[in-house]
């Protein structure tokens, strides 16, 4: 589900402005340049997948991110990073002989 949720880019770059800081709904519409009702719909979905916290103060809502299940992406990804870093290692030792190679 947090594949699904980060495929927005509205929310992504929600979670972009609360690893800054926490921020007002209202903070966030502006950034975003989006309506506030617009806003409040994709921090509900955030909050749904456990991606964000809301607090409560008086009469606003605080909201801020949690980086838990973002840390379940990070995991999942490890493998892949991995074999890019394979790849890439490759690519380098391949440079440096046709580099040597072409060297009088």
Known sequence: MTFEVLAEPARR???????????????????????????????RVLRDAGLV????????????LDPAPLAEIDAWLAPYRRMWADRFDALERHL???ADEETP
């Open 13 to 43: 770059r929600i979670l972009d402005l609360l690893r800054e800081r926490p921020r007002l709904v209202g903070e966030l519409s502006e950034a975003l340049g989006l309506s506030q009702p617009g806003t409040s719909k994709h921090l």
């Open 53 to 64: 916290r809301v607090r409560a103060e008086a009469q606003r809502r605080r909201y801020e």
């Open 96 to 98: 440096d002989t046709a």
